[in-house]
Antibody, heavy 124, light 108 residues
C-alpha cells in the first residue's frame, strides 16, 4: 500500500518561504508516476500546485509558478515543496499525492494516493 | 483556463436516497474527469476516473457518467458513511488540472 506523509513547519511568517516534505513508503518514486502538491484553504476547495516526474520534469500551476519549486530526493524517497513570499492567502492544508497519468486517449489523470495533509498558517 | 461548476453546492438527503451531483466544464474535456469524496479533516479519496471507471475498492453504489461538458456522479442508495463533500476534477490539458467547488451531502 502506498503511503504519503507531509512534514514541515505549521507556522510561517509573511514574506518568508513555506517548505514541506512528503515522505513516500510502499512505492519507489524512481519507479515512475508523477508526484504532486495540492492545497485547500480552510473551508474552501482544492487547488493544484504542481507535480514532479523523477528529477527531470516539473510542472506548476501558472497562478503560482513564479513562487513554487518542487524537488525530489530519490535516495530518501521524498519530494518537497517550496513556496516563497507567502501571505495570509497561502494559509491552507497542504496535501502531497501521487498523480497517475497515462497519456493521450487514456482519460486517466487523477490523484490516487494522498497524504493526510499539513496545515500551514501564515501569520506574524 | 477550464472552469468546473458543480451543482448543487449543498444537498440534504436521507439514508437510502438516490443522490445525483452534476459537474459542468466551461469547455469540452472529453472524459478527463475524476470524482473525489472528502470527509472533514481527511484527505480526498478517489472514487471515479475517466468519467465512469470505478476506483478499486469503491462501492458499486457510486457511478459516474458523461463526456464533453456535462458529468454526473450518482450514489444509488445513500449510506451513512457517504455523508461528505464531493469534488470533480478535470484534466483535459496535461499537466494543468482544476477542481470543482464541491458539493456537500448532508443528512436530512
Amino acid at each position: 500500500q502506498v503511503q504519503l506523509q507531509e512534514s514541515g513547519p505549521g507556522l510561517v511568517k509573511p514574506s518568508e518561504t513555506l517548505s514541506l516534505t512528503c515522505s513516500v513508503s510502499g512505492y519507489s518514486i524512481s519507479n515512475g508516476h508523477y508526484w504532486g502538491w495540492i492545497r485547500q484553504p480552510p473551508g474552501k476547495g482544492l487547488q493544484w500546485i504542481g507535480i514532479i516526474y523523477h528529477s527531470e520534469s516539473t510542472y506548476y500551476n501558472p497562478s503560482l509558478k513564479s513562487r513554487v519549486t518542487i524537488s525530489v530526493d530519490t535516495s530518501k524517497n521524498q519530494f518537497s515543496l517550496n513556496l516563497t513570499s507567502v501571505t495570509a492567502a497561502d494559509t491552507a492544508v497542504y496535501y502531497c499525492a501521487r498523480r497517475i497519468y497515462y497519456g493521450s486517449g487514456s482519460f486517466w489523470d487523477y490523484f490516487d494516493f494522498w497524504g493526510q495533509g499539513a496545515l500551514v498558517t501564515v501569520s506574524s | 483556463d477550464i472552469q468546473m461548476t458543480q451543482s448543487p453546492s449543498y444537498v440534504s438527503a436521507s439514508v437510502g436516497d438516490r443522490v445525483t451531483i452534476t459537474c459542468r466544464a466551461s469547455q469540452g474535456i472529453s472524459s478527463w474527469l475524476a470524482w473525489y469524496q472528502q470527509k472533514p479533516g481527511k484527505a480526498p479519496k478517489l472514487l471515479i476516473y475517466g468519467a465512469s471507471t470505478l476506483q478499486s475498492g469503491v462501492p458499486s453504489r457510486f457511478s459516474g457518467s458523461g463526456s464533453g461538458t456535462d458529468f454526473t456522479l450518482t450514489i444509488s442508495s445513500l449510506q451513512p458513511e457517504d455523508f461528505a463533500t464531493y469534488y470533480c476534477q478535470q484534466a483535459d490539458s496535461f499537466p494543468e488540472l482544476t477542481f470543482g467547488g464541491g458539493t456537500k451531502v448532508e443528512i436530512k
